[in-house]
C-alpha cells in the first residue's frame, strides 16, 4: 500500500501515524460530542480518556518488548516506533479504567463504557485503515477477488508484510 503519505528529506510523515492520530482525535471528538449530548460532565469524560490513552500506550509498549524478549531479541527493543501490541493497549486502558472506577465513583462505569463505545469503533475503524496502508497484521495467502498485494518494500520492512502475494485484508475484515 502506501506506508509513507509524503516526506521531505529525513522528514517523514507515515500513513501508520497518522491514521492513528486522526483516530484519537475522530474517537476524542466523539466522546466529547456525546458526553454534551447526554448531560455527562465533559471534562470528567476528557480526562478518563486522556488517563486511558496513557495506560493503552504503556500497556501496548510492555507487551510489545515483552514479546521482543520473548524471541530473543532483547537489545531491539524499539519502544518509539510503531504502536504496540493491541491486546496490551486493551489490558493497559482497561487496568486504568478499573482503578479509576474504584477511586473516583462520580461517574457510573457502565454509562461511560456506552459513552466510549462508539467513538472506539470509530477509531479502530480509522486505525485499521492506517495498519493495511502500512503493510502491517496483514492475513494468509488467499485467491479471493478482494485479496491484496502489497508491492512496496517499505511495507515489507515497516509491517513485515511479503511482497508480491495475494493476501486477505485482515486489517479490513
Do not use: N
Amino acid at each position: 500500500m502506501h506506508p509513507r503519505l509524503f516526506g521531505i528529506d529525513h522528514f517523514v510523515i507515515y500513513s501508520f501515524g497518522a491514521l492513528m492520530v486522526l483516530a484519537v482525535l475522530a474517537a476524542l471528538w466523539w466522546l466529547r460530542r456525546s458526553a454534551r449530548e447526554r448531560g455527562v460532565p465533559v471534562e470528567t469524560v476528557m480526562s478518563l480518556a486522556v488517563w486511558l490513552l496513557g495506560g493503552g500506550l504503556v500497556g501496548a509498549k510492555i507487551f510489545k518488548a515483552g514479546r521482543l524478549l520473548l524471541q530473543g531479541e532483547p537489545w531491539s527493543l524499539p519502544l518509539l516506533e510503531g504502536a504496540g501490541d493491541f491486546y496490551g493497549g486493551f489490558l493497559g486502558a482497561l487496568a486504568v479504567a478499573l482503578i479509576y472506577f474504584r477511586r473516583r465513583r462520580e461517574l457510573p462505569a457502565w454509562r461511560v463504557a456506552d459513552l466510549f463505545g462508539p467513538g472506539l469503533a470509530l477509531g479502530q475503524a480509522i486505525g485499521r485503515i492506517g495498519c493495511l496502508m502500512a503493510g502491517d497484521d496483514y492475513g494468509k495467502p488467499t485467491t479471493l477477488p478482494w485479496a491484496v498485494t502489497f508491492t512496496d518494500p517499505e511495507a515489507a520492512a515497516i509491517g513485515g508484510a511479503p511482497l508480491g502475494v495475494a493476501l486477505h485484508p485482515v486489517q479490513l475484515y
